[in-house]
């Protein structure tokens, strides 16, 4: 059912929706001689062919007063009345050029509207009419999100409440997108990541972890067969994204986001700061939120290593306690391509000689001080500041397959981030 | 990562001077590029006298403004402010960041103007584009994280001020675009090929659209492209999982392919192009790579 907020015509309140709303119906609606009452775009302005269509349908539909000359007319043909009686005003006539909610005009042209255009609808500030979507798909939808697997239980029935709010308010069925839109995991973010066009990041330039989805905290929630009326009221069926209505008028397509925007801020969600990223929502503000700081923050917080993040890269310790190095970038530590460099396995190994070094018995470790002092040349003392015994790595034992385990411990590393999602937190 | 190119980035002290007898108009004189917090960045020479720098200035909101001005004699004109600007002051080169031009055949833009990590990544750039009869540049923006957008700029020096003369940007979607200049008739005049990729649930698009210089303004034109295939399949699902294939076993055969519906039950790993790809110098590496390689219009 259309919904025209307020009257348009001669000296009516004419906002541009509902002046849109009624160009579109003047321009579908024909009359007796199969022609359109507006043979013109529709504009979201009301103007002179706008309040002559109104006056034309008014006419066809007898809701305008018989002209007085037209009633003398009649009179005279009829020859029986001698004295003129005033104008007849039917009971149901209206101002002409004239068209408001409870108008009889407006009631007739809905009424007239050609089944395809029965739900034409529209939006206070949005001058794009559109055509209202079934119920059943809002229905549809819900149980989708219901059923989706991952997605955090309460933010998952805050997307519900948005499903059903925005459809209440506007007939449109909203749709988290079934591809991409619910919860990844780090291997679907890495997929995403990894699609190339000409050497960019052309999906997205989030590694695993980095996103938003990847926590069961945000959902991709767009279109799905949104119809829409391009300005000779031919039919649009747009896509989840709203592409074609973008290109065709970027004010109303920024203008219907916003609108899904207010009704998820009302029932507690946020849409991200990523610039972009209109079909994004989340159950957080991300406007202080550093996607790479709050994956070194879950990898340091849920892993054995230190974390940092800086400039893109991931830095750690491999579990020496000391110094931290850059290592790669989230993709790299998830398909075992980061690069840890000979100097920070050796600090990792040696720190873990040491930790198991202290574990040992005094007894253990004056044997094994002996069987090395006994390993060295006839004459030679054990090298000034180390422990005879502790074995101690130098760049040159680091073999290929040392590294190879060492990107698998950062793989792992990665493993149990995502393992234990339920911990992340989002970090400045 | 380099730091910043020193030599352009202090404030630069100009102030559009009277232009004597053949003054511009007095909006034009009244303008200052003077004000504290502007900064060129990085200048494009444009040949015939004519410098277009790439600039920004701190605005009230706290962002950085990045700007187009085109200065012809030594004279700078209204800068063009770009539609996305800098949330973060910290700007840096990133040369190594971005590319443009035809899917086939790219170009690497420099210098490019990165600002930002993550939400607040914004990466600006100038190419030069030749047009008969006006002094005018390409500007070019990338910006986004999960969602990455692009918007394509032509600014055209003008009565004294840099202004639009045409534009185009890709939606806030799965989507890739890229302008490629060329002037295959040499007449002098560059023609634009707009090129926009779409993500689709199965299916991919990938179009070109073209518009040509005259009487001042663009005209939008036919676009001939060639469709390079790298194998045909039944389902959109059969060419997605070959192409994970390809880029997991051949991660050095760099064409980038699309699934791409070229009737109804056929869908084909392919890419386009307006440019010959069997002159492309790729084009041995690729038949070696792909073997079922054909071309058609």
Known sequence: ?428 | MRSLWLSISLPISLILMSCGKSAPSPSVSKVTIAEPNYQVRTKLDLGGNSVAHLATKATAAKTQSILVMIENGGKPSVPFSLPVAADDPNFREANDEAIAGDPVDSQTPAPILASGEEAKAVKSWLRPIKLKGATCVLAEQEYGFEVIQRNHTVVCLKDGKTSQVWAHSDIGAPTWSSVDLRDPSGEGSDEIVYWEGFYGADVETLTAQGWTWSDGQFHESKVTTHLVVAGTYPTAKAAQAARADINQKKPNCAMNLWVLATKPGHFALATKTTHDPKILPKWKQWQTCYPALAVSN
Not at chain 1, 366 to 377: N, R
């Open chain 1, 1 to 428: 059912m259309p919904n025209l907020d307020g009257t348009v015509g001669i000296n009516g309140t004419n906002k541009a929706h509902d002046v849109a709303l009624i160009q579109v119906m003047l321009r579908v609606v024909k009359n007796d001689k199969g022609l359109p009452y507006l043979n013109a775009n529709y504009t979201g302005v009301s103007d002179k062919a706008t309040t002559d269509a109104i006056a034309a349908f008014q006419k066809d539909q007898k809701l305008l007063p018989v002209p007085v000359q037209a009633q003398r007319a009649g009179a005279a043909v009829g020859g029986r009345t001698a004295v003129l009686a005033p104008p007849v005003v039917a009971a149901n006539c209206e101002t002409e050029g004239l068209l408001g909610p409870q108008s009889k005009t407006y009631k007739n042209l809905v009424a007239g509207l050609p089944p395809q255009y029965a739900g034409v609808r529209t939006i206070l500030g949005l001058k794009t009419v559109f055509l209202e979507q079934p119920a059943n798909d809002a229905t549809t939808s819900l149980h989708a999100v219901l059923n989706a697997s991952g997605l955090n239980a309460a933010f998952g029935s805050q997307v519900v409440n948005l499903i059903r709010a925005f459809y209440d308010a506007h007939k449109i069925a909203i749709w988290v997108d079934p591809r991409d839109g619910y919860t990844r995991d780090f291997d679907k973010q890495n997929e995403l990541y990894s699609v190339v066009v000409n050497g960019q990041h052309i999906k997205s330039n989030s590694g695993p972890g980095e996103s938003n989805h990847n926590w069961g905290f945000a959902v991709d929630i767009g279109f799905q067969a949104f119809k829409w009326l391009k300005p000779d009221a031919s039919i649009v069926t747009d896509d989840a994204w709203l592409q074609a209505l973008g290109r065709a008028n970027y004010n109303d397509f920024a203008t219907l986001w916003n609108v899904r925007n207010q009704i998820a801020s009302a029932n507690g969600l946020y849409p991200t700061h990523k610039k972009a990223d209109f079909i994004h929502l989340q159950n957080f503000d991300d406007s202080q939120v550093s996607a790479g700081h709050s994956l070194a923050a879950q990898l340091a917080r849920v892993g054995k290593f230190k974390w940092e993040f800086s400039k893109g890269s991931y830095e750690t310790d491999l579990g020496s306690g000391g110094k931290l190095e850059a290592v790669g970038n989230a993709s790299q530590l998830w398909s075992k391509t980061s690069h840890p460099s000979k100097g920070l396995i050796v600090a990792a190994k040696n720190a873990h000689e040491k930790a198991a070094w202290a574990k040992l018995s005094q007894d253990q470790k004056d044997k094994l001080k002996h069987a090395a002092i006994a390993k060295l040349p006839a004459g030679t003392k054990p090298a000034a500041g180390i422990e005879p015994g502790l074995k101690v790595w130098t760049e040159a034992d680091i073999t290929d397959a040392m590294i190879g385990e060492a990107k698998l411990a950062i793989r792992q590393e990665m493993e149990a981030a995502e393992a234990k999602r339920d911990q992340w937190v989002p970090t400045p």
